[in-house]
């Protein structure tokens, strides 16, 4: 089993910045690829970034150059540092956990970006 935890989202203007936190517990040591995906309003989820145990990463192309997905394994916490944000970037976003049998979701941030 593992919970997720995400915390970071809030309401910020077009052009501002905000970083995501999604915090692990349980059996993390079995996390292979940890990842954030959204969901925008009457849209499908769609992935926005990845990470692997390795440090490999992959972005979305409305993404990449804006969103920078990190990890720090010591503390089980994968992040997603968001700059130059703009309206369409408004979802709730939400932390996913890669295992190998299974995966484990987050409850899911909001995240508003305002014109």
């Known amino acids: 089993q593992v919970q997720l935890v995400e915390s970071g989202g809030g309401l910020v203007q077009a052009g501002g910045s905000l970083r995501l936190s999604c915090a692990a517990s349980g059996s993390t040591f079995s996390i292979n690829v940890m990842g954030w995906y959204r969901q925008g309003p009457g849209k499908q989820r769609e992935l926005v970034a990845t990470?692997?145990?390795?440090?490999?990463?992959n972005y979305a192309d409305s993404v990449k150059g804006r969103f920078t997905i990190s990890r720090d394994n010591a503390k089980n916490t994968v992040y997603l540092r968001m700059n130059n944000l703009k309206p369409e970037d408004t979802a709730v976003y939400y932390c996913?956990?890669?295992?190998?049998?299974?995966?484990?979701w987050g409850q899911g941030t909001q995240v508003t970006v305002s014109s």
């Open positions: 996913k956990a890669a295992l190998i049998l299974r995966d484990y």
């Open positions: 990470i692997s145990s390795y440090g490999s990463t």
